[in-house]
């Protein structure tokens, strides 16, 4: 853990922000209103008003202003080539992946925190009080690049979280699809593939 710290610090100490202002959580900057609006009103019926339901158990719903997305896409890159250019080692997101990064690592730590506790953990606890989603507490907070020259896909896996937030910050691809097949017990978490799932 102090490794990790020292290491995170080493970065925010080096590393120059390209938008500063993605680095605090301003809401109406960063979430469109009706998603800001549902949050507010704090009930099931608002949070429903906003989303669809395509399988039971996964919503879908709008929640990032599109300037957002722009700069936060921007600003990786811009952390991406000062990694390159400094030939500063970093770690990856996970195992799976060879290219992105984790957003705690060069500064966005609280503005995560922020979204976390504010706007995301209202809506887990609603529709996720049996896996602990009203008490969230921590958040790993990543991008992860894919394409020809990158990654050119995650296999079927297990998240290990209480809740996972996927956000799709793309500009222009095709692909990219998204399956999920189901919650594992804590009996077959960490097994191979199987054909059911418990």
Known sequence: VQRHKEYRQRIISN????????????????????????????????????????????????????????????????????????????MRPNTMNKFGAVLDDFGLETMLDKLMNDFIRPISKVFFPEVGGSTLDSHHGFVVEYGMDRDVELGFHVDDSEVTLNVCLGREFSGGELFFRGVRCDKHVNTETQSEVC
């Open 15 to 90: 590393y120059q922000p390209l938008h500063r202002e993605l680095f605090t959580m301003h809401a109406p900057s960063v979430l469109v209103p009706a998603f800001v609006k549902a949050v507010r009103d704090n009930t099931e019926a608002s949070f429903r008003s906003i989303m669809a339901e395509p399988i039971p158990g996964i919503y879908t719903f709008e929640m990032l202003q599109p300037r957002f997305c722009e700069m936060l896409l921007s600003e990786v890159e811009n952390f991406e080539r000062w990694v390159h250019d400094t030939r500063f080692r970093i």
